[in-house]
């Protein structure tokens, strides 16, 4: 039931919230925490250095590849794009001038406007 169910607030003062004394004295539990924050603390500080490092270390060869990327997309792919686009668009422009004269033929108007004089 939800009326039996209590959170347990640690009291005030010298007590650890069961209802005894603590056989820790606050100031020492104060200690404790700051040591293991300091430590918590340094150990991120290491871990931030050795990335730092490590990404600085890296960092040459990855611009390196990067450069090696963009030259690669300039002097490839773009030209190839560029081949390949301008061979679909006429390939379209075929298409379309196919669709033209057939349009054209079969109105008998030669208008290419196909609306059967509507």
Known sequence: KL????????????????GRQSSIAPRARAADT????????????????KVE??????????????KNVIAYLNDEVVPGVRDNS???LRAAADQLAKLAER???????GTGRGTGGC
């Open 34 to 49: 700051c040591s293991m924050a300091n430590q918590t603390g340094d150990g991120l500080r290491d871990l931030g250095r």
């Open 103 to 109: 349009l054209d033929r079969g109105t008998g108007s």
């Open 53 to 66: 490092a490590k990404f600085n270390e890296k960092m040459p060869r990855v611009e390196e590849e990067v």
């Open 86 to 88: 301008s061979r679909v």
């Open 3 to 18: 009326q039996d169910l209590r959170v347990a607030e640690p009291a005030r003062g010298n007590s650890s919230g069961t």
